[in-house]
């Protein structure tokens, strides 16, 4: 799920990402921005699966996380601890205080790996 503009949803499908995607929700497409509840939802069924059943993996900007909670998601705040700079780009900061996160994106499979055991 991404807000975006117009000009990402005409070129997603020639990046080399949209293959590795089951599901994409765009703001700009569904005519929403996060943290409408309409967006998890509309991911939710595109994946086939109850929001509950769902990982929500963000940094926190355009209050997706509070958003994602609401609609029974599970948050997952990715720092970027890396790259501390990264929190200033961030439009809209999120202050839902997540049960989980991740310093980096590469910390993700081992996560879901965990909730799966």
């Not at 929500?56 to 355009?62: A, E, F, N, Q, R």
């Not at 994602?68 to 790259?83: D, E, F, I, S």
Request: overall charge negative; hydrophobic content about 40%; some cysteine.
């Amino acid at each position: 799920m991404s807000d975006c503009s117009s000009e990402v949803v005409e070129a997603w499908a020639s990046t080399p990402y949209a293959t590795r995607f089951d599901a994409v929700v765009m703001s700009w497409s569904e005519g929403l921005r996060k943290p409408d509840p309409r967006l998890y939802a509309t991911a939710a069924d595109r994946l086939g699966v109850a929001p509950s059943e769902c990982w929500y993996v963000g940094d926190g900007g355009g209050r997706e996380l509070s958003g994602a909670h609401a609609a029974t998601m599970r948050p997952v705040l990715v720092t970027n601890a890396r790259t501390p700079a990264a929190a200033g780009h961030r439009a809209d900061p999120d202050d839902y205080p997540p049960e989980c996160s991740i310093a980096e994106l590469g910390e993700l499979l081992a996560l879901v790996g965990q909730a799966s055991e």
